[in-house]
C-alpha cells in the first residue's frame, strides 16, 4: 500500500475548527459535545485574560497526520498562538520520523506510524487492533477533553476513544 502523499498548506477552515474547539473546551464542554455554530470572534479571543502558569489546563489531541514539515510547522505556530491563553495543553498526534518541530518548541507528541511503515514494520501484524488498542492507551494516559485533526483525518478508533473516557468529576 503506497503512502499518501504529504499536504503542502492546510485546508481552508482549520483555523475555525480550532478556535471552535479551544471555546469550547473553555467553556467546560467535552469532546462529546457537538462544536458551537459560530466559531468566537478574535475580539473575544483577545481579550481572554492570560492564565497563570501553574492554571489547570485541559487536555487535547491535535493529530497532524500526513502534513509536510512546512505545514507541521504551520500548525505548530497556529496551536501555540490560538491557545496561548487558553486553559489548553495540546498533545501532538504525528506519524512523522521528524519530532525536530515539536522538540524545538518543547511540545508532547505521540507518534503512530502511517499505513506505509506499518507493514515495513511488521507486515502480519493486526494493525487495526493495534491502533485501537493504541488510541484506549493514549486515551486513558493523556485523558484528552478534545480532538482536533490537520491533515489526514483522525481514525475512527481515536474520536471513539476519547467518547469511551468516563466523565472525570474533579
Do not use: N
Not at 487536555?59 to 505556530?77: D, H, M, Q
Amino acid at each position: 500500500m503506497a503512502a499518501q502523499p504529504k499536504t503542502a498548506t492546510l485546508p481552508p477552515g482549520l483555523l475555525d475548527r480550532l478556535r471552535t474547539a479551544l471555546a469550547a473546551v473553555r467553556s467546560g464542554r467535552s469532546a462529546a459535545g457537538r462544536p458551537s455554530a459560530a466559531p468566537p470572534t478574535d475580539q473575544h479571543l483577545a481579550t481572554v485574560q492570560a492564565l497563570p502558569a501553574d492554571a489547570p489546563r485541559a487536555v487535547i489531541f491535535v493529530t497532524v497526520f500526513g502534513l509536510s514539515t512546512a505545514a507541521l510547522e504551520e500548525v505548530l505556530e497556529v496551536v501555540a498562538r490560538e491557545g496561548k491563553d487558553t486553559p489548553v495543553s495540546p498533545v501532538f498526534l504525528t506519524d512523522s520520523l521528524d519530532f525536530k518541530p515539536f522538540r524545538d518548541r518543547r511540545l508532547r507528541f505521540e507518534y503512530l506510524p502511517d499505513g506505509g511503515r506499518r507493514h515495513r514494520f511488521a507486515p502480519d501484524l493486526d494493525w487495526r487492533t493495534y491502533e485501537r488498542r493504541r488510541y484506549r492507551l493514549l486515551a486513558a494516559k493523556w485523558r484528552p477533553q478534545s480532538l482536533i485533526s490537520f491533515g489526514t483525518p483522525a481514525p475512527p478508533d481515536c474520536a471513539a476513544a476519547i467518547r469511551s473516557l468516563p466523565s472525570s468529576s474533579a
